[in-house]
Structure formats: structure tokens, C-alpha cells
């Protein structure tokens, strides 16, 4: 399959009186039209930073200081705000993570869909009005709902609304900023099962963000696992999951208990995240790691290929 979007060597800085903290990390990664890429990791690991990046929603503090990324081929930092008007939502859209701060509360649901549609085609309200109800009609919910308003819908018929406006434009590919995460878990996999049966319509390529890899072990066709801003496993999705190599992979998945067979002793990560404005000589990880050895207080260790598309970032492999 052919890479839709290549992120090369991109690093993205917060810019504060205190210093700079790098939140994104020389991350590269790219996603094959038609794919399901999951990035995970822990809050402040720099999983939605990367997503803002992608579409340039970064505002102040917030600086893109190196990388490119190519959508199609097309260095998306280059573009101007005519292009990049363009490319949002019509190429790329995002459900970010809280339906109910996505939705405008004082306007309805209809006006909030038509608005996406009026401001990238050229069609009436009528036709735009149609278009809004059929939208809501894939995403399961009435087009009575037009006329109502996001506080007179539940949690997970508002994160549907957000889909549907996602959706608008039939982008190549929708990022999904941890989309499930208020929600409880019935209907989380209602929304996520629509989300296979969409996917397989329009056939879009899907950024799952989450911090649940053992969702994102059902989902995706490859996993990324974030630390510190800093990629430092990424694979396929069975193979992260089967068997992970970096001990922080291997963390993650050992404090989320299993639904079948015997119960097993579920372990935390000790320690707390790295403070970016004061980042460790070597290993980001090394103050957490049980693992931890001289080389990985010397030297950062860098991606690198120990199987077939599986690359992992640690001096013990």
C-alpha cells in the first residue's frame, strides 16, 4: 500500500520562561492509505501534540522546529493558509478527545454540520441540510436531532455527532484523539464497531490516539508507543502486543487485567513521567526502568529494526 502521510524527524517544542520542552522528539512515522495506526502512551507522552501537528493547530506557546510532514507528498509545514484551509477536513479531520468541549452548546446540532459542509462546498442549505441528516443517519443517530442541541444528548450520541462532522467532507484520514475515553465501555464499543463498519465504507486510513493499548491491540493494524516525546516501539499491532521488547511497552500492558483465562498480578510503572524541561543524560526512561544498565545512562538509544516491521528503541535489544 502506498504511505499516504510521512512524518520525518519532527520535533515539536513548548516555548516557556522556564526553558524549552521538547514534546515531540525526532518521531517518524508514516500511515499506508487504508491503515489503522494507534499511538499509545501514558498522559504527557506527546500523542496529541504529534496529532495537532499533522493538521497545524498548534498555537503559541507551541513551536513545529524541525521534521517535515508529507501528506500525498506535500510538505504540509510549507503550506499557506489558502492551502491549508483546503486541506483541513477535506483531506484530514479530527475527533478530538471531549465531544461536549467539540460541540458549540448554543447551537444546534444540524447548524454545527451544515457550517462544515457551507464552508468547504459550494451548495445550498437545503443540500447541505440533506447532507447533515444522512450524516447522522450512518453515524446511528435520527435526523430528528438536527434541531437539538449537544446538552440534549448523551455522551456517547455526541461523540457520534463529532464522528458525523468528521466525516463531512469524507476525508483520507480522520485522527481519533483518545475519542472513547469519557465514555463507558458498552458504549465505547458500540462507537468502535461503527467505526470498523465506516472505515470499510469509505475507506479513510484512522490515527487512534489512547492510552489503552489493550484497545488499541483490537483496533489498529499497527501500534507506536510514545514516551517522553520520543517513539519507542512501533510494530504491528499482534507483535507489539505479543510480544513487546521495550520495558515501558512491556509495563503498560502488565497493569491491564485480561477478560480470559487464570487472574494474573497486575504491576504498575514505579516512578512518574520525566519532567521535559530537565530531560536525564541517555535513556528518558532509565529512572523507571528495572531494567536499566550503564550504556543507558551514557547514550539516548535510537529506533532501530529488530525484526520484520518491528523497530524498538532500547539498549537491551
Not at 517544542?13 to 526553558?19: E, F, S
Not at 465506516?198 to 493494524?221: Q, T, Y
Not at 526502568?289 to 532501530?304: I, N, R, S, V
Request: proline share 5%.
Amino acid at each position: 500500500m502506498a504511505n499516504l502521510l510521512e512524518i520525518n524527524n519532527l520535533c515539536v517544542d513548548y516555548v516557556t520562561p522556564n526553558g524549552v520542552a521538547r514534546a515531540v522528539n525526532k518521531v517518524s512515522v508514516s500511515i499506508a492509505e487504508g491503515e489503522t495506526l494507534g499511538i499509545a502512551g501514558e498522559s504527557g507522552c506527546g500523542k496529541s501534540t504529534l496529532a495537532f501537528a499533522i493538521s497545524r493547530l498548534h498555537k503559541a506557546p507551541a513551536l513545529i522546529s524541525e521534521g517535515e510532514i508529507l501528506y500525498k507528498g506535500e510538505d504540509v509545514l510549507k503550506m499557506n493558509d489558502k492551502q491549508l484551509r483546503a486541506f483541513r477536513w477535506n483531506e484530514v479531520s479530527v475527533v478530538f478527545q471531549s465531544a461536549m468541549n467539540s460541540l458549540n452548546p448554543v447551537i444546534t446540532i444540524g447548524e454545527q454540520l451544515t457550517d462544515v459542509i457551507l464552508a468547504h462546498k459550494k451548495v445550498s442549505l437545503k443540500q447541505a441540510t440533506e447532507k447533515a441528516a444522512e450524516l447522522l443517519q450512518i453515524v446511528g443517530i435520527h435526523p430528528d436531532r438536527l434541531s437539538a442541541f449537544p446538552h440534549q444528548l448523551s455522551g456517547g450520541m455526541r461523540q457520534r455527532v463529532v464522528i458525523a462532522v468528521a466525516l463531512a467532507l469524507e476525508p483520507k484520514l480522520i485522527i481519533m484523539d483518545e475519542p472513547t475515553t469519557a465514555l463507558d465501555v458498552v458504549v465505547e464499543r458500540e462507537i468502535l464497531n461503527e467505526l470498523y463498519d465506516l472505515k470499510a465504507k469509505f475507506g479513510f486510513s484512522i490515527l487512534f490516539i489512547s492510552h489503552d493499548l489493550s484497545l488499541m491491540g483490537e483496533i489498529a493494524d499497527r501500534i507506536g508507543v510514545m514516551y517522553a516525546g520520543n517513539m519507542i516501539e512501533l510494530g504491528e499491532a499482534h507483535t507489539v502486543f505479543g510480544a513487546p521488547q521495550h520495558p515501558y511497552t512491556q509495563g503498560l500492558l502488565s497493569s491491564f487485567p485480561t477478560i480470559h483465562g487464570p487472574k494474573e498480578r497486575l504491576y504498575g510503572i514505579p516512578g512518574n513521567p520525566v519532567n521535559l524541561l530537565n530531560t536525564p543524560q541517555g535513556c528518558n526512561f532509565q529512572e523507571r526502568c528495572g531494567k536499566c544498565f550503564a550504556p543507558c545512562t551514557e547514550q539516548d538509544p535510537q529506533l532501530k529494526l529488530i525484526a520484520p516491521e518491528h523497530q524498538v528503541a532500547c539498549h537491551l535489544v
